[in-house]
């Protein structure tokens, strides 16, 4: 795919209307597009990053349908960049794997245990805390969709301490993610974040939302409410 076609997808990415856009991309070739997307997530423009991450969910769910293989690598790609020997930092990686995995089974059921293990200390672990809150965002959105995934891999234990983290947006992220998992491990700690005041902006069901570290206990709280 040439510059121009690339400036293409950038602009579109930008577009308020993320539903046309990602309904644009899939009449393209998903090998085509892919590389512009990834390359999107290093955006400084918000808008365009995000909606990066949400197209690579169908897109990649579209590729998987008819190239398994072909999704692999770039799942592959994405672990890599998280690797201390690539000599990069995988901004956006452990949110587009999220995304992927929420949008397609089998990524999901070969892939799924590779978030967990960039929470563990004893596993692949993200020191940064800007990736431990794309970390915290992807585990989340995979929540949102195979919780029950997740709570195989004994992901609770994991993000449990999260909740003590020095930065808003984690352990705001952390009580979204315990919430959705319906975690009755956390709420004695989520109880105690109740009136955190940290402030942070969440991208939730594709739209950006301004919310507090309590507010979003609060939900998580509520969550877990509903699965006693």
Not at 170 to 197: C, F, H, M, N, T
């Amino acid at each position: 795919m040439g510059i121009k076609e690339k400036r293409r997808i950038t602009q579109l990415l930008g577009s308020s209307d993320i539903e046309a856009v990602i309904a644009e991309l899939r009449q393209l070739p998903a090998p085509k597009v892919i590389n512009p997307l990834i390359g999107a997530l290093c955006s400084t423009d918000e808008t365009v990053r995000w909606h990066a991450i949400t197209a690579l969910g169908p897109v990649m769910a579209d590729l998987a349908d008819h190239d398994m293989e072909a999704a692999r690598v770039v799942m592959r790609r994405f672990m890599w960049s998280l690797n201390d020997e690539s000599g990069g930092i995988g901004w956006g990686a452990p949110e587009a794997m999220g995304e992927i995995m929420a949008s397609h089974d089998g990524l999901a059921g070969e892939y799924a245990h590779m978030l967990v293990a960039y929470m563990r200390e004893d596993g692949f672990f993200l020191e940064l805390e800007m990736l431990q809150r794309g970390l915290m965002w992807g585990l989340g959105r995979l929540a949102q969709a195979k919780a029950d995934l997740l709570n195989s891999k004994d992901a609770v234990t994991y993000l449990l301490p999260y909740l003590d983290s020095t930065d808003a947006a984690v352990r705001g992220l952390a009580a979204w993610a315990l919430g959705l998992l319906q975690a009755k491990e956390a709420i004695s700690k989520l109880e105690k974040l109740s009136s955190d005041p940290g402030q942070i902006k969440h991208y939730l069901n594709r739209v950006f939302v301004d919310e507090s570290v309590g507010g979003l206990v609060e939900k998580a709280l509520a969550n877990i409410q509903k699965a006693s």
